[in-house]
C-alpha cells in the first residue's frame, strides 16, 4: 500500500513513518531527509536549498517532484510520502507518477495537531546523525544522555530550521499552500484524519486503524 502522512512541521509525520518502516517494511520518502543529505553531501542541488530550508520556505515543485521520481522507479514495498506532496502541484505531480507506475494512493493519514504544540515539539527535538532515530528532550529522550538507544552513536544534532523564526516561517508556508490539500484529497475520498495530539503509540494504532 502507499500511503501520505499530511501535518503541519512538528506533527509527527517522521516519528510515524519510522515505525511504519519497522513494523511494516514500507519504504519511508522523505523530502526533507532528502533535500538535507542532498546538502550534507555538498551537492550543487544541496548548496541551493539550504538557505531556502533553513528559513523555512518551500523549495520549488521542481526539485522534489524530481527527487520523488528517481525513488518511485527504484519500486518498493509501499510507500509512504513524509513530507511530500506540500502544494497542489506536487499533488498532481504525484497522482500521475503513481498512474504511470501502474500504482495507486490507499490512504492519506492527516495528523492533526494545534500550534502551541507544535512549538514544544520543535523546539525540543533532536534526531541521530548515525541512524535518523528522532528524539525530545521531554517527550522522548535517549534512555543515556547524550547517546543514541537505536545504534549507540553520539552524534546528536538539532536541525537549522528549528527555531521559533524559521518555525513560523514552515507554519505559513503550510497554511497557504499545503493545507488546500486536506480538501484535495478530501474531495477524493481518501481522507483520514488521527489525533496527532496523543502519544505516539495511540497515534500509531489510529493509524493502524486507518489502514486496516
Ligand atoms: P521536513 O523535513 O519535511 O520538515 P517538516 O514538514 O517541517 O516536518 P518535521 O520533520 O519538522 O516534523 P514531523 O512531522 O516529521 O515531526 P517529527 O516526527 O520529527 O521539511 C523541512 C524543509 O524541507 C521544509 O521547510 C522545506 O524547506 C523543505 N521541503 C521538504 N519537503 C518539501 C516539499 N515536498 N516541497 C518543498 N519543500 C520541501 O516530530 C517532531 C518532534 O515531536 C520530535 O521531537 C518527536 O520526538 C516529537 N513527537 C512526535 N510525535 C509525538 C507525539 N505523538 N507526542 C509527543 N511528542 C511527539
Ligand atoms: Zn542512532
Given at each position: 500500500i502507499n500511503i501520505i502522512l499530511l501535518g503541519p512541521p512538528g506533527a509527527g509525520k517522521g516519528t510515524q513513518a519510522r515505525k511504519l518502516v519497522e513494523e511494516r517494511g514500507m519504504v519511508q520518502l522523505s523530502t526533507g531527509d532528502m533535500l538535507r543529505a542532498?546538502?550534507?553531501s555538498g551537492t550543487e542541488m544541496g548548496n541551493k536549498v539550504a538557505e531556502v530550508m533553513a528559513r523555512g520556505e518551500l523549495v520549488t515543485d521542481e526539485i522534489v517532484i524530481g527527487l520523488i521520481r528517481e525513488k518511485l522507479a527504484e519500486g518498493g514495498k509501499g510507500f509512504i510520502f513524509d513530507g511530500f506532496p506540500r502544494t497542489l502541484g506536487q499533488a498532481d505531480a504525484l497522482g500521475e507518477l503513481l498512474n504511470e507506475t501502474g500504482q495507486v494512493l490507499?490512504?492519506?493519514?492527516?495528523?492533526?495537531?494545534d500550534d502551541e504544540a507544535l512549538v514544544r515539539r520543535i523546539t525540543g527535538r533532536f534526531t541521530c546523525g548515525?541512524?535518523?532515530?528522532v528524539y525530545h528532550d521531554e517527550t522522548k529522550p535517549t534512555a543515556k544522555p547524550g547517546v543514541c538507544d537505536v545504534?549507540?552513536?553520539?552524534?546528536?544534532k538539532r536541525r537549522a530550521d528549528d527555531n521559533e523564526e524559521s518555525l513560523r516561517t514552515r507554519l505559513l508556508e503550510y497554511y497557504k499552500k499545503t493545507s488546500p490539500l486536506i480538501g484535495y484529497y478530501?474531495?477524493?475520498?481518501?481522507?483520514?484524519?488521527?489525533n496527532g495530539l496523543a502519544e505516539i503509540d495511540?497515534?500509531?494504532?489510529?493509524?493502524?486503524?486507518?489502514l486496516g
Open positions: 542532498a546538502k550534507d490507499d490512504a492519506v493519514i492527516e495528523m492533526r495537531v548515525n541512524c535518523g532515530e545504534c549507540g552513536s553520539t552524534d546528536l478530501y474531495a477524493k475520498g481518501n481522507l483520514t484524519p488521527v495511540e497515534v500509531s494504532r489510529q493509524i493502524a486503524e486507518a
